[in-house]
């Protein structure tokens, strides 16, 4: 870039990870940790069109969405908060690692998150799977058994579309992820340097949260009713 | 402490322009002037397709009957002009040209904070165009520009999705458009440069980047939906099938509403600017300037509901929605005033960009007032759906954000290029857009008002003379554009060297040369000044890349 040889002049001892248009590490710093928390409102914007589109399908029908709950797998989702939450942990020890400059706890902690992230997936998988062989998949194969199947229906599409967008998240986080590992491996982050560790925990965090709210709203909806 | 910058005879001043002359250096630019000029050249052309299907909506409205398309082509062309026009030129007009050439060099940063995301938004935005192009030469889309369900997800069998997923991908240009301002703005002012030393579009952007990014997540969310609508029949906007259509509309006027300040706030703070300029007086009321922005955005999120006093919506959510759109006509008021308060003797001179902000406020005060007939219950009723809604909404978005994105290319265009334009020529232009829009537009308040409903293609006989009347008016506008584009062509080649100041004017923007250098300044400037603090003009100290001359345009 033509703009090299102007910083070039009174380039003295920059970081190398300090990108021309910024004073200093500590505004960059700044700037990216910013960047991800305002990327992160647009985040719950974008899941806020389908968490009112749930409050008030669930408001017109509690009954329905009570009994359809019970088609969903309290056991699997809930192992998959807990490995959710771990994962949250490890994520934010990986921050902490990344702060002090311990390289090798780094690494291990943001390979164990994303095995965890995997781990989670993998549930999900199993889950839409089920829910497949049991019918459940609105639109083209939807077979449902108890009263008002159309309104069901509407459980069920939610159901797909808030956790298989999560799951899309996920499936972001897992490949940023990855990104991190292979970085931290040749030794880029510094306590000098570790934004990208810092921003990407917010995301997995931020992430895991979705989830914290989806679980109770789709599985434990029907807890208290008899089904 | 000025410091005479001397350039050197043999070496061309670099500038942005000719800092790289490849075309993969304008394609893979980081620079942010040069992404805004990106901008410039994509949404012009836009603009452009937008004003043929505006042509000829006008020329098939020329004569009661439908006689020069059918009534199904007529649908496709009214849909393409909206959407066209809305998400492809207004929505990233100012902010995505302006705001991306302006905004760091106003708040003394070489560059915005991201970079790589701001080139980013410019290829999101022309794959996402690319999407609507394709829907648009494959057979367009017939829905309006607010696919209503349920036709648009259960009966037009126009190119809905195709439509859809361009918009919902140009969004997230506009999303990273946002958040990149929002932070630079956080994080890069100059040293000095505090935040009520901001120049008032800086502010304007500010509040703009905030609805972009609470608005369009949900209405990116909502053609998605429409989308799965539409392909798999979920049932979500379908009432036969447990769902119900008024959640869309609640949905996507919860973007659109507040979209309307996406077009016209930044606009706002371009008609900021330039009345201090040619008034050569400090704002008067800043704060309460900057804070109305604010105040726009924030309460503009509140009053969607308008939109749907006639779709099975509660009284009392109806009244309270009335209730809140009237609160937007203060902040808005706020503006009107302060830009008279700062014209009251001032020295004001008549220059082009002037003549369009002057113009910005007069039809916006029309826009903004029959936008509080409507938005008055009981009224609304009666002209709901009518021409009297069309010439509101032109009255906003041409005869406010248009204009004011022209008063912004005469005002920063020998910033921008380094060139004068001719300003016989520019005044005559604007005298000539004031008039073809106010004949065009004008005479539809009167059709709206005796009951001509909008998005039709014949008409009462009784009706034509005022519909001539406004096509008439459409040709003056389409000559106003013209010659704009003829003069401004001609003056990049032919035009006067610009100055590095040519308003003696007051912001950082006129502290560099023009056209600026790669990095905008030679050393950080250290701000010790309030916005629109004139100052005698050999005080006031050029750090840019020396002295204007020819060479550094072209790099010969």
Redesign the interface.
Known sequence: ???SE??AQHAIAHHPAL???F?NME?QR??ST??MW??L???I??????F??YS??RS??PQVFAEASHHLDILLGGINTVVLITSSLTMALAVYHSQVGNRGKLVLFLILTMLLGLTFLGIKVIEYSHKFHDGLI???HFHYEGP?P??A??FF?LYF?MTGLHALHMIIGVSILAFLIYFAWRGRYSPEYHSPVEISGLYWHFVDIVWIFLFPLLYLVGFHVKG | MSTAVIPVEAKPR?TYLN??QTLKSWLLT??HKRIGILYLISVTFFFLVGGIYATLIRLELLTPQGDLVSAQTYNKLFTQHGITMVFFFLIPSIPAVFGNFLLPIMIG???????RLNLLSWYVFMTGALFASYAMFAGGVDTGWTFYPPYSTNYANTYVIATGLGIFIAGFSS?LTG??F???I???RAPGMTWFRLPLFVWAQYATSLIQ??????L???LL?VA?ERT?????FDP?????PV?FQ??FWFYSHPAVYIMVLPSMGVVSEIIATFSRKPIFGYKFVAFSSLAIAIVGFLVWGHHLFTSSQSVYAGMLFSLLSYAVAIPSAIKVFNWTATLYRGSISYDAPMLYALGFIGLFLIGGLTGLFLAALGLDVHVHDTYFVVAHFHYIMVGGALLAYLGAMHYWWPKMTGRLYPEGWARFAALVVFVGFNLTFFPQFILGYLGMPRRYYTYAPEFQLLHVLSTAGASILAVGFILPAIYLLWSLKKGPIAPADPWLATGLEWRTSSPP???NFER?PIVTWNAYEFRPQEEAEVIGGGKPDASSLTGE
């Open positions: 870039m033509a703009q102007v910083t990108a021309h248009h004073e505004q700044e700037a910013l960047g305002v990327f409102i647009t985040e914007m974008f899941f806020g069109g389908l009112l589109a008030i399908y017109w029908y609105p639109g083209i008002h159309q309104q229906q509407i599409w579309a | 670099t800092a790289g980081l620079d940063a070489k560059d915005v904070a991201f970079p999303i958040l990149n929002i932070v630079t956080h994080t890069m990014i609470l608005g369009t997540p949900v990116a969310i909502t939906l799965l798999v029949g979920i049932g979500i036969r099938l447990g769902g119900d959640l609640h949905l250098p790669p990095e950080t």
